[in-house]
């Protein structure tokens, strides 16, 4: 990431959906799926960034099993992102 806008050298999980696949799960089970490959390949740990106020992406870091670890700069809005760590 540039500089100041979140963790340096981390590996980063991430779902975007369209309005019409929310809440069917498809976010939390590829995201469960990535998880799966990224510990059989050794990675150690991942972040999610998200949003203040996006409580589907945080609902779906909590599914993960992930805790919110810091907040930075966001870097085109006037708030913080919350970043969520998951040791693999």
Avoid at 56 to 85: I, N, Q, W, Y
Wanted: with cysteine; charged share 25%; net charge positive.
């Amino acid at each position: 990431m540039a500089a100041g806008l979140g963790p340096k050298g981390e590996i980063e999980i991430g779902w975007r959906l369209g309005r019409a696949h929310w809440g069917k799960g498809y976010a939390t089970a590829a995201a469960q799926m990535t998880l799966e490959r990224l510990r059989a390949a050794g990675v150690s740990h991942v972040v999610a960034l998200v949003r203040p106020g996006n409580e589907r992406s945080v609902a779906v870091t909590r599914r993960l099993g992930m805790k919110l670890a810091e907040r930075f700069p966001h870097p085109r809005l006037p708030e913080d992102a919350l970043c969520f760590r998951l040791d693999l």
